[in-house]
């Protein structure tokens, strides 16, 4: 079974830099998991911000970047604003239109 | 812009039957494969299940494997979760969503909520 991995919470302070990752509990997260992002508040649905490992939504501010780090993907959030509080998953692709989301990650702004 | 507006939820007994509308507008419904993602109280998000474009393949997360059933209707620009023998762990919240690039989830709805509850 596919278990995707996140940090359950973390903490950044205003205009500050935060990464968010996401990992697989067995092997490597690559490009070819065409990893996504999304952000999901109270009470509205999530909101994609990066798919494709680094490609940025419509509309979806600039601080927020997408990479691979190491053997897992990454969020950046470079700026962090106060609105930026909110819960972050991400989700991997295993083919045939089958994804797999992660814990997902609290950040704090603070 | 994309529209994606789920309807269908309330409260249902352990065991019965309930039946998610998806309705889509501003994109070509039937070149673009669709999902559904539940997301229980104070859990994460969960993927529930995927239909190709045409209808022809569709994967559900195991645990719901016999028990859902997704479909879609292109000449009304639909989308449907079928869910049967429901329980109390099927409780959450129903997103359907657009399948973008790769297939992987880009446009969401506002969600149904489904209550399993005696």
């Known amino acids: 079974q596919t278990v995707v991995t996140q940090e359950p919470a973390l903490s950044v302070s205003p205009g500050g830099t935060v990464t968010l990752t996401c990992g697989l509990s067995s092997g490597s997260v690559s490009t070819s998991s065409y990893p996504a992002w999304y952000q999901k508040s109270p009470g509205q649905p999530p909101r994609t911000l990066i798919y494709t490992t680094n490609s940025r939504s419509s509309g979806v501010p600039d601080r927020f970047s997408g990479s691979i780090l190491g053997n897992k993907a990454a969020l950046t959030i470079t700026g962090a604003q106060a609105e930026d509080e909110s819960d972050y998953y991400c989700a991997l692709y295993m083919g045939n239109g089958i994804c797999v989301f992660g814990g997902g990650t609290k950040l704090t702004v603070l | 812009q994309v529209q994606l507006v789920e309807s269908g939820g309330g409260v249902v007994q352990p065991g019965r039957s309930l039946r998610l509308s998806c309705a889509a507008s501003g994109f070509t419904f039937n070149t673009y494969g669709m999902h559904w993602v539940r997301q229980a109280p104070g859990k994460g998000l969960e993927w529930v299940a995927f239909?190709?474009?045409?209808?022809?393949?569709?994967y559900y997360l195991d645990s719901v494997k016999g028990r859902f059933t997704i479909s879609r209707d292109n000449s009304k620009n639909a989308l449907y979760l079928q869910m049967s023998s429901l329980r109390p762990d099927d409780t959450a919240m129903y997103y359907c969503a657009k399948g973008g690039w790769l297939h992987i989830p880009d446009y969401w709805g506002q969600g149904a909520l489904v209550t399993v509850s005696s």
């Open positions: 239909i190709s474009y045409e209808g022809k393949n569709k």
